[in-house]
């Protein structure tokens, strides 16, 4: 079936370098995806997020970039921290029209070092 | 802080007992939640939606008489393992949608770590 899925299982970054985080989705039809930081033995917080309209939102400190025609999302993190340290996860909605449930990547661990 | 509540944060029970999770909105009103399930070092796993006042909707494989869910009111959701057993154990964690004024933002429960012994 369709999923999101992501290139890098683990990234190691030294503190103050930026970093980039990839993610492949396959379904077309999704129209919103966000991302999340996920701590160890925490729910998923909310990063940012971006619309199919778009192809670029930034937050603060963080970028996520949308390539519709390849279906790749990128999240970015500039200076990294060591309080970035966390597994991220891409997310989409694949269904047109409106809020519905959200399919998750496999997931990323970002290792920042000092 | 927290939009919305889970509890337990964690449970140990014994193999054959039922465990409830509770998942409550706490300043806003949800008539949809979402229950995932995480396995040790992956990702989550929509589990099913859970629906106010109707039916739960399960995605494809997940039990319905193993994983019963009742969405009693605007604000609480529940989860209630039934017949637990060792393979149940794992973090679950579940989500409420609320809307803000630009967009729809999905909102994490801190997760109920269930262990089944």
């Known amino acids: 079936g369709e999923s999101v899925g992501l290139h890098l299982p683990t990234l190691s970054v030294q503190e103050g370098d930026n970093s980039i985080i990839n993610c492949a989705y396959s379904?077309?039809?999704?129209?919103?995806f966000i991302w999340y930081k996920q701590e160890s033995g925490k729910g998923p917080q909310f990063i940012i997020d971006?619309?199919?309209?778009?192809d670029k939102r930034q937050g603060q400190r963080v970028t996520v970039l949308l390539n519709k025609t390849v279906k790749h999302l990128s999240l970015q993190i500039a200076a990294t921290q060591p309080g970035d340290s966390a597994v991220y996860f891409c997310?989409?909605?694949?269904?047109?029209?409106?809020?519905?449930?959200?399919?998750f990547g496999a997931g990323t661990r970002l290792a920042v070092h000092p | 802080g927290a939009v919305v509540s889970q509890h337990p944060s964690w449970v140990i029970c014994k193999s054959g007992t039922s465990v409830k999770i509770e998942c409550r909105s706490l300043?806003?009103?949800?008539?949809?939640m979402f229950w995932y399930r995480q396995f040790p070092k992956k990702s989550l796993m929509l589990m099913a939606t859970?629906?106010?006042?109707?039916?739960?909707?399960?995605e494809q494989g997940v039990e319905k008489d193993k994983f019963l869910i009742n969405h009693a009111s605007l604000t609480l959701s529940t989860l209630t393992v039934t017949s637990a057993h060792p393979e149940d154990s794992s973090f679950y964690i579940c989500?409420?949608?609320?809307?803000?004024?630009?967009?729809?933002?999905?909102?994490f429960g801190q997760g109920t770590r269930l262990t089944v012994v």
């Open positions: 859970s629906n106010e006042g109707s039916k739960a909707t399960y």
């Open positions: 300043d806003f009103q949800a008539t949809t």
């Open positions: 971006i619309r199919s309209n778009m």
């Open positions: 997310a989409e909605n694949p269904f047109s029209g409106g809020y519905n449930k959200l399919i």
């Open positions: 379904n077309s039809a999704s129209d919103y």
């Open positions: 989500s409420a949608p609320r809307q803000g004024a630009m967009n729809t933002e999905a909102f």
